[in-house]
T-cell receptor, first 113, second 115 residues
Framework: AQSVTQLGSHVSVSEGALVLLRCNYS??????LFWYVQYPNQGLQLLLK??????LVKGINGFEAEFKKSETSFHLTKPSAHMSDAAEYFC???????????FGSGTRLLVRP | DVKVTQSSRYLVKRTGEKVFLECVQD?????MFWYRQDPGLGLRLIYF???????EKGDIPEGYSVSREKKERFSLILESASTNQTSMYLC??????????????FGPGTRLTVL
């Protein structure tokens, strides 16, 4: 069975600092990996996804994530945090056998002025 | 622009009431999903549908049912609402042909409170 672990339910950074949100997955087959963002009072929006090919994936709003098979990780990064990045971020996994997504528990990003 | 709409943003119901949550997508997607979102638990799949009149249970289907009579519309039904069903409910849709690679598009959510 697939699963996703997001370390840290809350992460706080200063504006301009590096953002690092951690995601580790468990899957017995090649995974597809996703990061979604949820701004206050909104639904989820896709930030980026890894399916095949290049392991460094660039997404919207300056975010990127790297698929590391040996570490079963798909951490999300952004070089410089902006106040507008404050939101909840969800990592998710699926595979070829299903179009269902398995979500992590989410990480709330706080950006301090 | 892709759009998934949900009938209500906020809903307050009483214990024992029958509750209908409606979701409509305009992207001609085959797959539609209902999730509930609770703090610290992420999103958990209640039901999904891969075609009209077709449905499959997700991880937490107890206490819920669904209906999909038209491709664009997917309804979640709480037959007899209980306080432990107080939650945020999110609807999503995706294409079927892409399998697990396809992006799911989400509605804004319905925050349901059961008193």
């Amino acid at each position: 069975a697939q699963s996703v672990t997001q370390l840290g339910s809350h992460v706080s950074v200063s504006e301009g600092a590096l953002v690092l949100l951690r995601c580790n997955y468990s899957s017995s087959v090649p995974p597809y990996l996703f990061w979604y963002v949820q701004y206050p009072n909104q639904g989820l929006q896709l930030l980026l996804k890894y399916t095949t090919g290049a392991t460094l994936v660039k997404g919207i709003n300056g975010f990127e994530a790297e698929f590391k098979k040996s570490e079963t990780s798909f951490h999300l990064t952004k070089p410089s945090a902006h106040m507008s990045d404050a939101a909840e971020y969800f990592c998710a996994v699926s595979d070829d056998s299903s179009y269902k997504l398995i979500f992590g528990s989410g990480t709330r990003l706080l950006v301090r002025p | 622009d892709v759009k998934v709409t949900q009938s209500s943003r906020y809903l307050v119901k009483r214990t024992g009431e029958k509750v209908f949550l409606e979701c409509v997508q305009d992207m001609d997607h085959e797959n539609m999903f209902w999730y509930r979102q609770d703090p610290g638990l992420g999103l958990r799949l209640i039901y999904f549908s891969y075609d009209v009149k077709m449905k499959e249970k997700g991880d937490i289907p107890e206490g819920y049912s669904v209906s999909r009579e038209k491709k664009e519309r997917f309804s979640l039904i709480l037959e007899s609402a209980s306080t432990n069903q107080t939650s945020m409910y999110l609807c999503a849709s995706s294409r079927r042909l892409g399998g697990g690679t396809d992006t799911q598009y989400f509605g804004p959510g319905t925050r349901l409170t059961v008193l």
